[in-house]
């Protein structure tokens, strides 16, 4: 007879005969039910909703808004793909402003697993194309800041895809090589009468802003 029903028997027999080591064996039997029930229903899984949830309030995406796929107050998204995902950026600088980004937190493009460049670049060619249906551009700037000191803001990667329309800025040339020094495009068709002379002069230029 198991621990529990010899407690039960005594107690509706009237029964005094409850021994101590019965009581305790119960007591401890049920206790140890207690705590796999517990441990059974708080413990988080390794994968599904609870995982996905963990990693979303993890330190590194817990206040990473592209970490929060699928919050519309925050992300609007085009398309996804198992490991990527397209949003229209919050802050557009052209109409169907996009950015590619990667579910997974990581900051830097040269992070990226090659199943994530893959999805990445597969997401790359559908945003194109129905951006070219929508908006029609001239053309696309397509940029990544890697790191702070190339602006980035948000530390997990986005890559911007930009339609670009003749007439958008007075002189396009250059495109983003004007986020650097040298940014005259005229400058850039000249031969320099001294091409090292040139060189040392740019890069001393260059040095001064550090």
Request: aromatic content about 8%; glycine content about 8%; proline content about 6%.
């Given at each position: 007879?198991?621990?529990?029903?010899?407690?039960?028997?005594?107690?509706?027999?009237?029964?005094?005969?409850?021994?101590?080591?019965?009581?305790?064996?119960?007591?401890?039997?049920?206790?140890?039910?207690?705590?796999?029930?517990?441990?059974?229903?708080?413990?988080?899984?390794?994968?599904?909703?609870?995982?996905?949830?963990?990693?979303?309030?993890?330190?590194?995406?817990?206040?990473?808004?592209?970490?929060?796929?699928?919050?519309?107050?925050?992300?609007?998204v085009m398309?996804?793909?198992?490991?990527?995902?397209?949003?229209?950026?919050?802050?557009?600088?052209?109409?169907?402003?996009?950015?590619?980004v990667p579910?997974?937190?990581?900051?830097?493009?040269?992070?990226?697993?090659?199943?994530?460049?893959?999805?990445?670049?597969?997401?790359?060619?559908?945003?194109?194309?129905?951006?070219?249906?929508?908006?029609?551009?001239?053309?696309?700037?397509?940029?990544?800041?890697?790191?702070?000191?190339?602006?980035?803001?948000?530390?997990?990667?986005?890559?911007?895809?930009?339609?670009?329309?003749?007439?958008?800025?007075?002189?396009?040339?250059?495109?983003?090589?004007?986020?650097?020094?040298?940014?005259?495009?005229?400058?850039?068709?000249?031969?320099?009468?001294?091409?090292?002379?040139?060189?040392?002069?740019?890069?001393?230029?260059?040095?001064?802003?550090?």
């Open positions: 007879m198991s621990p529990q029903a010899l407690v039960m028997e005594n107690l509706f027999t009237g029964s005094r005969r409850i021994s101590f080591a019965s009581m305790r064996n119960s007591l401890g039997l049920r206790l140890s039910l207690f705590s796999q029930w517990l441990t059974r229903w708080t413990r988080p899984k390794a994968d599904g909703k609870d995982a996905r949830r963990s990693a979303e309030g993890s330190s590194d995406g817990a206040a990473c808004i592209f970490c929060q796929v699928h919050r519309p107050e925050v992300n609007q398309e996804e793909n198992k490991t990527c995902y397209v949003r229209y950026d919050n802050f557009p600088a052209a109409a169907g402003h996009v950015e590619v579910k997974r937190h990581v900051e830097s493009f040269f992070g990226l697993t090659p199943r994530e460049l893959k999805d990445a670049y597969a997401l790359i060619l559908t945003a194109q194309q129905r951006l070219t249906e929508k908006h029609g551009p001239d053309g696309y700037t397509i940029g990544i800041n890697e790191g702070r000191a190339a602006g980035r803001t948000v530390d997990h990667l986005h890559i911007h895809l930009i339609p670009r329309h003749f007439g958008d800025v007075p002189d396009p040339r250059g495109g983003i090589r004007r986020a650097v020094p040298n940014c005259d495009p005229d400058a850039w068709a000249e031969e320099p009468d001294d091409p090292e002379a040139a060189f040392k002069a740019l890069t001393e230029a260059q040095a001064g802003r550090r």
